[in-house]
């Protein structure tokens, strides 16, 4: 399949595409260029903000009132219209945060004078524990890659070694530079993460390998483009294979595999790059800093995961039905 085309009949689809960028008030873009220049927020970022803004904005316009002039009810009745629509909590408090940071600089600048959302609690959220795999899914998987004859299948190997072995993010593995399939494969990789902070991410044996065969064929994907900055080029728009095509990817080869798909993304190998981690002895700080997480609080999770397998495999031992009867 052609790099950006749509996923086979069959394959589902990760999420809705975004549509085209709607456009704010000049409030709006004021508050985007802050986080851009002052708080070096990602592209992503920016665009996930951009999204909810515009969205409040549609809510705000049906009910005759500027984005920037809403009062508290009208962030209110946004926030019931999330619910009724069947959002989830995460999502809503997410839409929240972005209205409670733009408010909040609205505020701060002296654009208004007061917080709507001041008054407004987050949506309670569950915790929700990251999807992962078993390590013989993860051997299958691997297995199938290896099986994908030419050029494909040696970068699909290392596409599943890079966010299984490196706990990359998928937006750092399709952005790393063409530096990579120099003559000599670092062992560590420098990224550039979320808010522009940098980590070290150390490549294990099997990564380095992966590496070091795919340079033999990169040229192949340069399909006549004398040179790309990017290690993964591509004819796509951003040069580099996209995260969809990665995600179209991950899902062919878990049907070779025998695998669910919807089971199966780079953010779900990432999961399983720090479960394992954990499972082998590895410290919680260093998993820590191997992710990249600000806060060891987020890392945390993964010790629940361990928790809820441990809980699970307890209770389908045969003597805990008898010992409750007890």
Known sequence: ????????????????????????????????????????????????????????????????????????????????????????????????????????????????GDDPCAPLDSPRQGRSLPKIIAESDLDALSEAARAKPGPEGVRLVAFVELLYGAGLRVSELVALPASLAGARIPPVLLIRGKGNKERIAPLNEASIAALEAYRDVRDHFLRGQKSSPWLFPSHSGTGHVTRRRLGQLLDELALKAGLDPARISPHVLRHAFATHLLDHGADLRSVQQMLGHADIGTTQIYTHVQSERLRTAIAAHPLAGQRRKN
């Open 1 to 112: 399949m052609a790099e950006g085309k749509a996923a086979p009949r069959g394959l589902p689809r990760r999420g809705r595409p975004p549509g085209p960028a709607a456009a704010l008030t000049g409030r709006g873009e004021a508050f985007l260029e802050m986080l851009a220049a002052e708080r070096g927020a990602a592209a992503n970022t920016l665009a996930a903000y951009r999204r909810d803004l515009a969205d409040f904005g549609a809510f705000a316009g049906r009910r005759g009132v500027r984005p920037e002039d809403a009062p508290t009810d009208a962030v209110r009745a946004y926030m019931a219209s999330l619910d009724g629509a069947g959002l989830s909590p995460r999502t809503a408090a997410r839409r929240l945060s972005a209205l409670r940071q733009f408010f909040r600089f609205l505020y701060v600048e002296g654009m208004r």
